[in-house]
């Protein structure tokens, strides 16, 4: 480009620049102006507060209504992110089966794929996620619950596990292990992780891993684990509508694959297997990834209609808290934050992936 | 607290669209607010919110749908009891019960909807309380609804009241009062229980149906209403118990004082109407009366609401074209209608009830 081109364009981003800074300033000052006209003040304060709501679902951390509002915020913030975190890889998988069933050479299998994928791309989400919820209500009441193993109940409350306590340092233990295992080469050996490996079953040994089956009692089981209805139908609902997309984006990656590829492959000797798995995908998985992280981004945003069923995520949290509260404000941009701090961390990771393959050049290594 | 029945499909939309409104109204309204002329007819100081409704020739209301109290009708005319009562805001100040813009909320919105001057009050169901009046800077009109929270059941789960419901799942709607006060009622109580918190009452009444919900608990209306949703009403029943207080007003930004007299006196007026036995049907005839009270009510001496502004004859034009409380009250939500609500306590000071209006001299 010339120079003056440059500047030019230079001197218009400098002065779109300014312009928005200009109108998110005068924006910001009027808002905080007519809070204060109205005698309303913005601040995070009331994160701290006694929340007096109770939370149904709870993972890694627990809950009681005397506990704050900033860890009620959090306890969603891990909902969703347990959500976002199983539907990615879920969808990924039922994404990549799909969409190279599609590619069978079988019309019957091809056509029945097609359909279904066909079916739930032009469903609409919500529509998906009311019709699953229904549908998993209509399971039977906790006093005829299924009982498909001992201890496991599937009723219209969720299915329903034995809970299983580990030893703390067994947990250690074993981790450190699958490290050991991973890194033995550079560690010398099998030594350390067959020492590890005695270790853990002595510490299980000592502290045998404990296991409590769920009682019925009154209308619910009490102990166990329970995987709720609402949290299964919104998984069930974001990994189908996702997967859809995904198994599209890998047809079209596949086929983007120039044919010549494949007949090299062919004239090697290789099965289509091999082909698949040692020609076409590392050539289609660098097309295939910003589109996976994009999707990825998708369905943790889409997670957020989990308030329609019932499912506490994040944002049927801030809701809650924006509401008891009065912040609206603050809830909303908490949600803002944590959304774009979400999506950017997914695009982060699988960027970074993404520059590994264009750098190894293969992806499956 | 009650009743959100509409389906949520562009609920997300329209809570961003809200969100944005917000923070562009609050953003426009330190520019529009020093404009208001500061001497209203009939005014109080400065009133920015009767001077924009003169100015616009309807008063708008914020509502929230269901059954008996805000629904529209096959006509797409909105009809029901909060309904009724914007309309006598708008029969008070145009005499014609049409001059009304209705704006429906969601409970989460209707806040947002107030605070950033997108209507001019709220007649749908808030509960009065301590924070939402000092924290959240509004102002209540008198009490139009005595209400308390309670728990809709299926028969067949033989809970006969509130402390059988240790261990059950309940349904409740976001962005209520109902949370808190369950959770209240359960830390109180001993008993545990586990909430599943749903956006859109519809759903929670598909879960209630389908067994995944133990109990609603919403106000004791709402509950009413929610039961005419179910497909068998008749398997289902309101638990006797009430775990709160809920008294319901009209809701108002501060700082409007002129509008906020006006609203407090038209919601007095149909009550001291059903005192007078003044209603609907017979107003006109009370144009003749020698009682000097129900005169001066009426405005055929002068005297008893001059400070309003208003036509002199304001009260005798809502009587005749909305109706008093209990003309309101039977014809959305009494014994003839679906909802077959009893007064209770929304009976009259005279009656045994808590409906007392101050009076008009």
């Known amino acids: ?365 | 607290m009650r009743r959100a029945a509409r389906l949520g499909m562009w609920r997300r939309a329209e809570r961003l669209a809200a969100a944005v409104g917000v923070a562009a109204a609050l953003a426009a309204c330190t520019e529009s607010a020093p404009g208001a002329s500061p001497n209203e007819p009939g005014g109080g100081g400065a009133t920015p919110t009767l001077s924009a409704i003169r100015a616009r020739g309807a008063v708008k209301c914020g509502i929230t749908e269901g059954a008996g109290f805000a629904t529209p009708d096959d006509a797409g005319r909105w009809r029901g009891f909060d309904v009724d009562f914007c309309r006598a805001l708008g029969v008070a100040l145009f005499d014609d019960p049409d001059k009304v813009q209705f704006i429906p909320y969601t409970q989460e919105q209707r806040f947002s909807g107030l605070q950033s001057g997108e209507v001019d009050v709220l007649v749908n169901g808030t509960t009065i309380t301590s924070s939402r009046a000092l924290r959240q800077h509004f102002h209540f009109g008198p009490i139009y609804f005595y209400d308390g929270q309670g728990f809709l059941v299926a028969k067949s789960s033989k809970v006969t009241k509130a402390s059988m419901l240790d261990g059950a799942t309940i349904c409740v709607q976001q962005g209520t009062t109902t949370e808190l006060n369950l959770t209240d009622f359960a830390r109180r109580n001993k008993i545990t229980f586990h909430p599943v918190v749903m956006e859109d009452l519809r759903a929670a009444v598909g879960a209630l149906a389908g067994g995944r919900c133990d109990a609603i608990s919403q106000d004791g209306a709402g509950l009413a209403t929610t039961r005419t949703m179910l497909q068998h009403p008749a398997d289902y029943v309101v638990l006797p118990d009430r775990i709160s207080k809920e008294p319901i007003a009209a809701v108002m930004r501060t700082g409007d004082d002129a509008w906020l007299e006006i609203v407090n006196w038209v919601f007095h007026a149909t009550v001291q109407a059903e005192e007078f036995g003044i209603d609907q049907k017979n107003a006109a005839q009370f144009a003749q009366t020698t009682d000097p009270s129900i005169r001066r009510f009426l405005g055929l001496e002068p005297g008893a609401t001059d400070g309003l502004g208003l036509d002199p004859q304001w009260t005798l034009h809502v009587i005749e074209k909305v109706g008093n409380y209990k003309d309101i009250f039977d014809r959305n939500l009494g014994p003839a209608t679906p909802l077959g609500i009893d007064r209770g306590l929304n009976k009259l000071w005279t009656d045994g009830g808590l409906l007392y209006s101050p009076p008009f001299r």
């Open chain 1, 1 to 365: 480009m010339r120079p003056a081109a440059d500047r030019r364009a230079a001197i218009a981003q400098g002065a779109a620049l300014g312009l928005t800074a200009v109108v998110v300033w005068w924006l910001a000052r009027n808002t905080s102006v007519s809070l204060a006209q109205r005698g309303l003040t913005l601040g995070f304060g009331f994160l701290g507060h006694p929340a007096n709501f109770e939370i149904g679902d709870t993972w890694w951390l627990s809950f009681s209504p005397a506990d704050s509002i900033g860890r009620a915020i959090l306890v969603g913030l891990l909902n969703t992110a347990l959500v976002s975190a199983l539907g990615c890889v879920l969808a990924i998988i039922v994404g990549f089966i799909a969409g190279i069933l599609r590619l069978s050479p079988n019309p019957a299998l091809r056509g029945l794929i097609r359909a279904a994928v066909e079916i739930v791309r032009n469903t609409p989400l919500l529509l998906l996620l009311l019709f699953l919820a229904a549908s998993l209500h209509e399971l039977p009441p906790p006093q005829h619950a299924l009982t498909p193993l001992h201890g496991v109940f599937l009723s219209d409350r969720g299915l329903v596990l034995p809970a299983m306590t580990i030893g703390g340092w067994t947990i250690v233990l074993a981790a450190a292990t699958v490290i050991a295992l991973a890194l033995r080469r550079r560690l010398g050996g099998w030594i350390a992780p067959a020492v590890l490996g005695v270790a853990t079953l002595v510490s299980a040994a000592v502290h045998p891993p404990a296991v409590a089956v769920a009682q019925l009692r009154g209308f619910n089981f009490a102990g166990g684990v329970t995987l709720s209805p609402e949290l299964a139908a919104l998984l069930a609902a974001l990994v189908l509508h996702q997967s859809a997309h995904i198994s599209e984006v890998v047809r079209g990656a596949v086929l983007a694959v120039p044919r010549g590829q494949r007949d090299a492959a062919g004239a090697l000797g290789m099965s289509r297997w091999q082909t698949l798995r040692l020609v076409v995908m590392p050539v289609a998985l660098r097309a295939m990834v910003p589109l996976l992280a994009t999707n990825c981004v998708s369905l943790i945003k889409n997670s957020s209609l989990a308030v329609a069923i019932g499912f506490p995520d994040v944002v049927s949290i801030l809701n809650t808290a924006g509401n008891q509260t009065g912040h609206s404000i603050e809830t909303m941009l908490i949600m803002i934050a944590v959304y774009l701090s979400l999506s950017l961390l997914v695009a982060a990771a699988l960027g970074r992936y993404n520059a590994h393959l264009l750098r190894t050049g293969s992806a499956l290594s």
